[in-house]
């Protein structure tokens, strides 16, 4: 497997530098594929005790389809790519895991901190450790409204200056979608639709936003990362926008129903900033029944197996 682009010369050096676990470490070394898995849906996205069967599942459907698992995290002040069981059973367990982005990273790090990692921090964590494919649920994005708050996630901007490829289905559907879209085209990021011609709808299966590009198997994501890498010019990300199935997306007019209810809930309580993503995330799992987070865990799980097939494309050439 080609090393990441993206990633420093330095990397292995240093007392802050991203800790490989051994399997991660020799999967590296013997060119094989590696994926990037995030910490906060286990330590913040999910209920106790499933979170830990989750992340176990998920690393073991990495597993399945070729590739070795990276889950990343923090644990006392370092940066770990790829956590032995009784780490992952940490994250899992602990409910002081703090949430960090890749703004946290440094103070994290210098503070002995231990936290799950979101899409900008293992994103850049993960580029930073050599790797060059990861795989999510849905990223963050702009803000309903932005033109009032200006609230836009922060991996946008990481993503448009890391050289990773990211599997993901779509951008959280509690956001302004076309607006992300722009933004992406903007700062750079390639979208490549995963067999479909609309953009996903993290939730749902389509957010009825076009996509410029399509690619239908794993061997046409790789070549898109080996023209990328061959033309060189600055790091971006290239985002791979994997659908969930039709029949596991959440209903559409129940998702439409509800997530007006949660706009109007989080407009009468005065919920601003950071607080916006969770409370409509919270508001939408509790009042489809649990539904919404299956979904979600269907695209995850999705994403997890593609990603890993996407790696083994491209380690293969």
Same mark, same amino acid.
């Given at each position: 497997m080609h090393r990441n682009p993206s990633a420093s010369t330095s990397q292995e050096t240093g007392r802050h530098a991203p800790v490989l676990s051994t399997e991660v470490r020799d999967a590296l070394a013997d060119r094989r594929p590696v994926v990037a898995l995030e910490s906060t849906i286990i330590a913040h996205g999910l209920p106790r005790p499933r979170n830990l069967q989750v992340a176990v599942e998920l690393e073991e459907l990495v597993r399945k389809a070729g590739a070795v698992p990276a889950t990343v995290a923090v644990l006392d002040g370092r940066a770990h790519v790829g956590l032995t069981a009784d780490r992952l059973e940490r994250v899992a367990g602990d409910p002081a895991? *703090?949430? /960090? $982005? @890749?703004?946290d990273l440094a103070p994290a790090?210098?503070?002995?901190?231990? $936290?799950? &990692? &979101? !899409?900008?921090a293992t994103a850049f964590l993960a580029a930073r450790a050599g790797l060059n494919v990861f795989a999510t649920g849905g990223? $963050?994005? !702009? @803000?309903?409204?932005w033109t009032e708050s200006q609230d836009e996630s922060a991996d946008l901007r990481l993503l448009a200056r890391t050289g990773i490829t990211v599997v993901c289905a779509g951008v959280k559907?509690?956001?302004? !979608?076309?607006? &992300? /879209?722009? *933004?992406?085209e903007t700062l750079g990021v390639g979208v490549l639709g995963y067999g479909t011609e609309h953009f996903p709808g993290f939730y749902l299966s389509s957010s009825g936003e076009p996509v410029d590009w399509t690619v239908r198997t794993p061997q046409e994501v790789a070549d898109v990362m080996r023209a990328r890498e061959e033309l060189g010019g600055p790091p971006a990300a290239l985002i791979v926008a994997n659908p969930v199935p039709e029949e596991e997306q959440l209903d559409p007019e129940v998702h439409d129903r509800v997530l007006a209810q949660a706009l109007d809930a989080c407009r009468e309580r005065g919920i601003v900033g950071q607080a916006v993503t969770p409370f409509l995330l919270e508001y939408l799992m509790r009042e489809t029944? $649990?539904?919404s987070l299956e979904a979600n865990l269907a695209a995850v799980r999705g994403n997890v197996q593609l990603a890993a097939r996407i790696a083994a494309a491209a380690a293969a050439r």
């Open positions: 895991m *703090r949430k /960090l $982005g @890749h703004r790090l210098a503070q002995g901190a231990s $936290g799950a &990692t &979101t !899409v900008s990223l $963050g994005g !702009v @803000h309903r409204e559907s509690i956001l302004d !979608v076309p607006a &992300t /879209l722009q *933004r992406l029944d $649990g539904a």
